[in-house]
C-alpha cells in the first residue's frame, strides 16, 4: 500500500485547513477546486451532485479556470447515455465510494473501443479520470472528478490523497448544509412581524444573546424593562441556572410570558387572558391546589358541589386547560408571576 510523503501530507493538512476557513453556504466553489487541483493535478477538476432516482442534477461547478473552456453539458445525453455505461458510475451505484480510476475497470485501448469513450469521453479529450463520492444515497449523490486529457494516468499517490481527503470532503458538505439551514431559518425568523406571540433567542457564552427574532426583542423589553441589551436579563439566567427544568411564567398586566428551554435556544410565548379568574373561582382553585376534593372545598366554602363543580368548568375554560392538574399548574405560575 502507497505511503504518502511528509510534503503530500503537510500539503493535505494545509488545504483541509484552508477549506474548512472558508466556511461559505457552497462546500466547493470554483476556487476550492483549484486548491484540490494543486494537490492533485489534473487538467479539469468539477464537483456534481445528482439525483439519479429521479434523473435530476442538483448541482455542479467547475474549477475556476476551467469555467473558461465554456463546454456546455448535454444532460438527456448523460442521463441516457453516460449514467449507465461510465464504469465510475456504475461502481458508485454498487456503493464503492473510495477514490476510482477509468484505468481500474478497463486498459485505454479498451476504453477507446467503447461507446462511452467516442459519445463523451472523446469529445472532451478526456483520457484519464479519478473520481471520489461522499458516501450518499441514490438520490443525492456527491462526486468530485478529475480528469486528464493526456498521459500519464493517475497514480496511486493520487488515488490515496483523494481518500485521505474524502472523510474531509463530507465534513465541508455536512458544514455548508449546516450554515444553509441556519442561514435560511433565521432569515425566516428575521421576517416575523414584531407583534407575534411567539419568539425565539439563541444564547452565546456566559448570557450574552446571540440572536432574538424581532418579537423576542419586544417581550424582553415589556416583561424585563431592566434588562441590559445584548445580555439575557438576570431573572432568566436565574432560571437557567437552576437548571430550566420547568418552564419560567412571568406576568405583565393581563399577559402572561412562558419561556422553555430547548438546548441552547429560548422558545417564548406570550398569552393574552381577557377575562381574569373571580375572586371566588381564585378561592376555589385556591383550595384544589392544596389536594382537597370537590366535596371537601363544598365543604370549606359553604357551597353545594354542583357549584363548585360548575366553577371548575368556568376555570378549565379561562385557562384554556381541561384537567384538575393542569388548572393547578396554571394558577400557580399566574401567582408566582404576580410576585415577581
Not at 59 to 74: F, G, Q, S
Not at 153 to 166: H, I, M, N, S, Y
Not at 221 to 249: H, K, N, T, V, Y
Request: one cysteine or more; proline letters at 5%.
Amino acid at each position: 500500500m502507497p505511503a504518502l510523503a511528509a510534503s503530500d501530507a503537510e500539503r493535505l493538512l494545509r488545504f483541509v485547513a484552508e477549506a474548512e476557513s472558508i466556511g461559505g453556504d457552497q462546500p466547493f466553489t470554483p476556487e476550492l477546486l483549484v486548491l484540490i487541483g494543486d494537490l492533485v493535478p489534473a487538467d479539469t477538476v468539477s464537483y456534481n451532485e445528482l439525483d439519479r432516482v429521479r434523473r435530476r442534477n442538483i448541482h455542479y461547478v467547475e474549477r475556476a479556470p476551467d469555467e473558461e473552456d465554456d463546454l456546455e453539458v448535454d444532460w438527456d445525453f448523460f442521463w441516457n447515455i453516460v449514467i449507465e455505461d461510465h464504469p465510475t458510475c456504475r461502481a458508485q451505484q454498487l456503493g464503492q465510494f473510495g477514490a476510482l480510476k477509468l484505468s481500474d475497470f478497463v486498459s485505454r485501448r479498451e476504453l477507446r473501443k467503447l461507446r462511452i469513450y467516442d459519445l463523451w469521453l472523446k469529445p472532451y479529450g478526456i483520457e484519464y479520470e479519478l473520481d471520489v463520492a461522499i458516501p450518499s444515497p441514490m438520490w443525492h449523490t456527491k462526486t468530485l472528478l478529475l480528469a486528464r486529457r493526456g498521459g500519464p494516468d493517475f497514480t496511486e499517490r493520487d488515488r490515496l490523497v483523494l481518500d485521505l481527503l474524502q472523510p474531509h470532503l463530507t465534513r465541508l458538505w455536512q458544514a455548508a448544509r449546516t450554515r444553509r439551514l441556519l442561514a435560511a431559518a433565521l432569515a425566516e425568523l428575521d421576517r416575523i412581524d414584531e407583534n407575534d406571540t411567539r419568539a425565539v433567542i439563541l444564547m452565546g457564552m456566559g448570557g450574552d444573546i446571540e440572536f432574538a427574532s424581532p418579537p423576542a426583542h419586544r417581550l424582553l423589553r415589556r416583561f424585563f424593562p431592566a434588562a441590559s441589551a445584548g445580555r439575557l436579563p438576570d431573572a432568566l439566567s436565574e432560571w437557567l441556572d437552576s437548571g430550566a427544568g420547568q418552564p419560567l411564567m412571568r406576568r405583565r398586566g393581563s399577559a402572561l410570558l412562558t419561556v422553555e428551554r430547548t438546548g441552547d435556544a429560548l422558545v417564548l410565548q406570550e398569552t393574552h387572558f381577557a377575562v381574569e379568574l373571580t375572586a371566588r373561582e381564585r378561592e376555589v382553585l385556591a383550595w384544589v391546589a392544596r389536594g382537597k376534593t370537590n366535596a371537601q372545598v363544598a365543604a370549606l366554602l359553604w357551597l353545594a358541589p354542583s357549584t363548585v363543580r360548575k366553577h371548575l368548568e368556568n376555570i378549565y375554560a379561562k385557562l384554556g386547560v381541561s384537567t384538575r392538574t393542569e388548572a393547578v399548574a396554571r394558577f400557580l405560575g399566574l401567582l408566582e408571576s404576580q410576585a415577581s
